[in-house]
């Protein structure tokens, strides 16, 4: 073991970035016990020119985050500067230049893990990248190794936590999305363009991260079927609170006999699942092997602390290899699974429609769900003078079905709105 | 990368043991891809001649297991007899002779785990145990890997499936001790002898082995304070539920300003905690780390399939550092920090006394506690003709001064009996 010190530049110094940086000074001594050689921050690339802070030489700020990676003699680039590019041309380099990578950046490794992980093969170096899915729990990792020897049947949980305190917050206040939405903004939980979050972007490029890991495919986070949680009202909140569930955006893994299906919706979820147990803005995983049976994962989802730890966990791996003279030297496996398409998944549903009160307007819905050989479960319906308002729960339907049978409800004259059209979870598997 | 053959030999050939063999043949290709190179029985060690299983050849099995080990050729040992004798000189031989060691056996690892590592170390293998704790549950490699950049302050958790199948069962059912306990051995969750899980000795030895990797220090299995649940009884499950509260077995290891502190004992667990919610045989660990929060792992944490699917992940895991020509080249790090006596561990108490039903009595009780400078934050009399039942709960107070409390109490003419004294979770911080 040489104990010439570990190399690290930080590129970014954001609020991950910057609680990275500090924990680099503020804990040197325990990561040098850790890593067996020091670490030695060579430089800190930021976008605009700036002093310094936590007690760093100004001299390690740097705004050329091409002249560092390839400065030559870095053996860690940890990665905090968000979005595709200049991220994927500045690690490819790094690699090159025979650094390994340490990367939080989900859409990334969502979009370019495949050619990242061929390059670091390639030179011989690590890349790791845990803080990219569910912040500082500990998911990537036991995927890649713990359960390496086993076989992953389902990842299933919630891995936006941003998403997961807005519904949380509308099913114990009782508000509407857009209130929830503003208290995550104040809270800093969410930002002044949520898109990425509510709109179920981010859970998809993470289900894409996993999706490899868990299964070898090459699933871009454009492949992932994807609803957000925009339209989720407070009535469907109450309706679920009827029903014992409570309301959460999923994102769903599954292997099946014809190939893989990955997806990101909001679901009813019974109260009884541990999933529903996983409240707040954490994130909580359910990983479904053939051997080790039903594994949760639950803890913070971000938050640069949280981020910052995950981080740091990869440095130290990282660094004990490169200070042991070694690397991982392995890609995942690659196992070339089909896309199993969304449209041939089944569920159960949960629907809610606004119809007009009228002998024969019962007979006219149940038919169109009958003609497309989709049994009801459940069936319930409040009148409301000239109006009514029609409960459904579907048996396992597929998404085909559902669709179509949607389209066909709203072209009958007495149906006035379909409200609601949600999956139930734990009965919606791939099949 | 060599594509000479992975050569494992097994040593011990029960529930877990058959099991491994059976999924190191029928996922024979599958593993392959994971590790890089196929893998081969070399032998299986059992206790009696026997024939065959799982289609392998009777030629494998030895009654010789110190002959299997030094053969000479292996790569790796995989240990499932369990004992500490003679399982410590056979991986202690094997490690010597060049092979890289995966064992579930808890208490071997817990009493030499110190010893094992630099053996390990010495000879440049690998030294894996990830179904030692928690069954398929992947918590040590997390603590080591993941969170080796974080400064973890506390694991608590179940760590035994057996006694919380127990309490859970006499939770849902009022039974008593006695008839949970049957009920878990005709299940299988429990065995003939049930000594080793129902008074925390199960437990005590996970603990021991938690410790070392949360906080790198030596801390052996006696050292433990342990107290187990078989005196618990269905009033006090009950009295648990009037405060929204269950019982649960916990194992709680904690860093102090003054050291570390590990213990196992019941406690009462508000219900709204996480680790209420992990039920029936499960087992689940929550860790606080400094930077990553609150973690939760929970899963199976026995059973002959997910032992032998963490098993098979450790092989996966060396197999490959295996094949690259590698090992992990680190040992856990240790700290040298003192143990933390229990007798100044802080808790609040619930307490529960028969008394005779007599003016003064109620002073006479509450004086000793104030005598020790001790608050009580609830009581409550349940009168019943000339005796009275006193429950009480204590603000934060060490063990040493509720044990003198205790005796003293005991000593009162008016005491007839001390039913319960438990500790009252998350508020029984080491101090």
Same mark, same amino acid.
């Given at each position: ?37 020091? /670490? ?61 990578? /340490? ?21 011989? /170096? ?228 606004? /119809? ?76």
């Amino acid at each position: 073991m040489n104990l010439k010190p570990l190399r690290v530049a930080l590129l970014g110094f954001g609020s991950v970035g910057s609680e990275v940086a500090r924990l680099l000074v503020s804990r040197h001594d325990e990561l040098a016990a850790r890593i067996g050689v020091p /670490v030695q921050i060579a430089g800190i690339a930021v976008r605009r020119p700036r002093g310094t802070a936590h007690d760093l030489e100004p001299a390690l700020f740097t705004t050329d985050p091409a002249g560092l990676v390839t400065d030559g003699d870095l053996d860690v680039v940890i990665e905090l500067m968000g979005g595709v590019e200049p991220a994927r041309s500045l690690l490819l380099a790094a690699m090159e230049a025979g650094a390994c990578v /340490v990367t939080a950046n989900k859409a990334l490794i969502a979009r370019h893990g495949g050619e990242l992980h061929r390059a670091a093969h390639k030179h011989g /170096v690590d890349l790791a990248y845990e803080a990219s899915v569910a912040g500082a729990v500990p998911l990537l990792r036991p995927l890649r190794e713990s359960l390496a020897g086993d076989r992953v049947n389902r990842v299933a949980g919630i891995v936006n936590g941003t998403t997961n305190y807005i519904l949380d917050r509308m099913t114990t206040s009782g508000g509407t999305f857009p209130s929830a939405l503003a208290e995550a903004q104040w809270l800093g939980y969410a930002e002044a363009d949520p898109t990425a979050d509510i709109e179920g972007y981010d859970a998809a490029a993470k289900m894409a991260i996993i999706a490899r890991l868990a299964f070898g495919v090459e699933v871009g986070p454009d492949d992932i079927h994807r609803e957000g949680i925009s339209a989720i009202t407070p009535r469907d909140i109450a309706d679920a609170k009827a029903e014992n569930a409570v309301i959460k955006l999923l994102g769903i893994c599954e292997r099946t006999d014809h190939g893989v299906n990955a997806r990101v919706h909001p679901a009813l979820v019974p109260r009884d699942h541990v999933l529903a147990g996983v409240t707040g803005a954490d994130n909580g995983i359910l990983v479904e092997a053939e051997a080790s049976g039903e594994l949760l994962f639950r803890g913070p989802g971000a938050g640069g602390l949280p981020t910052a730890g995950a981080v740091l966990g990869d440095l130290v791996a990282v660094g004990r290899n490169r200070a042991a003279g070694t690397s991982e030297r392995h890609l995942p496996p690659t196992r070339h699974l089909p896309l199993f398409p969304m449209e041939r998944v089944g569920s159960r549903r949960s629907l809610s429609m606004l /119809v007009t009160h009228r002998s024969g307007v019962l007979s006219d819905v149940t038919s169109v769900f009958s003609r497309h050989g989709i049994s009801l479960a459940t069936i319930r319906q409040d009148v409301l003078g000239a109006e009514a308002t029609l409960s459904l729960t579907t048996d396992t339907a597929t998404d085909a079905a559902i669709t179509t049978v949607v389209r066909e409800l709203r072209s009958l004259p007495t149906v006035r709105a379909i409200h609601r059209s949600i999956r139930v979870h734990d009965q919606d598997r791939a099949r």
